[in-house]
């Protein structure tokens, strides 16, 4: 989805309400432009996710149509003929020459003094023309100002990291609750409680609930061919990458030519890597490749893809 235009986006119907893992928008009223897509590195949103909050009020398109001078002109006029018309016949001294003129004076004095020009209708064709210029220039604007944010934010630094993985599914048990799964994006995410950026996994397993009965499982979905997250209650996973919790199926293990970190525990891309490794190839739990390597100038070294 990411580099394709969101459905529901080219007609907005609501308040913008980005995904998790996208990056902040540049203010809390900003909507996307007319074609506008995501950046495809952004990763996927979560499945079903509802990119208008209802309550806003979304943008009108169009322009009222203006009576013009002449139409009012016309209509006047008639009104004066009418009102005429109506005293002569009770005034039968008045003759159809005071009548004439009579007509013809209010038609050259009154019509003018009709504040057309002050209708508060939209702009005619050449201003909502311009108007949209304005708005395109206004938006190219935005975008300049959310890179030079993104500099500095380390929270949109963070989201515009490489993904480490592809779709993930994360299944969740509860006591007393239908175990439930969905499908979610693999990118990295910003975890604003501990100000820490997380790779995929770690993100989703930080919201499962502590404690006996709670179970959060993480897998990727090309390890779990044909896997139906609709299904209620949930399947379970046939390969799991990571868990949190009582859970009931195993973890699967971690393959014994993964390079391991200092915990013992295979390397992920993106996480750190000793200085000492520096320019050295890994290898995840996958069998993906990675090189310890500073890409993003952060002044550490990482498991970055080569």
Known sequence: MPGDTVRGMSEPTG??????????????????????????????PPKGWQFYEPGGSAPVYGMALKKSKT???IALALGVILLVGIISAV??????????????DLLTTAVPAAPVSESPALAPPAQAAKARVDQDAASKAA???????????????????????????????DPGVPPTAQVLGGGWAY????????????????????????????????SNPGYNADT?????????????????AP??????????????TCIRGGEFCPSADGGQPGTDAEGRRYICEDKTHTGRDHWESP
């Open 71 to 73: 139409e009012l002109r």
């Open 91 to 104: 005034t039968s001294g008045s003759t159809s020459t005071t009548t004439t003129a009579t007509a013809t």
């Open 143 to 173: 975008a300049a100002q959310a890179a030079a944010t993104a500099k500095a934010d380390p929270a949109s630094v963070c989201l515009m990291r490489p993904a480490q993985y592809g779709d993930l599914i994360l299944r969740v048990s």
């Open 15 to 44: 308040r913008w309400n980005r995904p998790p893992n996208w990056p902040a928008p540049p203010s809390a009223d900003w909507t996307p432009p007319p074609g506008w897509k995501p950046d495809p590195k952004w990763g996927n």
């Open 232 to 248: 209620s209650p949930a399947p379970l996973l046939s390969v799991v990458l990571v868990s949190k919790g009582n859970c009931d």
């Open 191 to 222: 975890n604003h409680d501990t100000n820490t950026c997380q790779n995929g996994p770690d993100f989703l397993l930080a919201g499962v609930a502590p404690g006996d009965g709670h179970c959060g499982q993480v897998a990727t979905a090309a």
């Open 251 to 264: 973890v699967a293990a971690a393959p014994v030519s993964c390079t391991l970190t200092g915990s013992g």
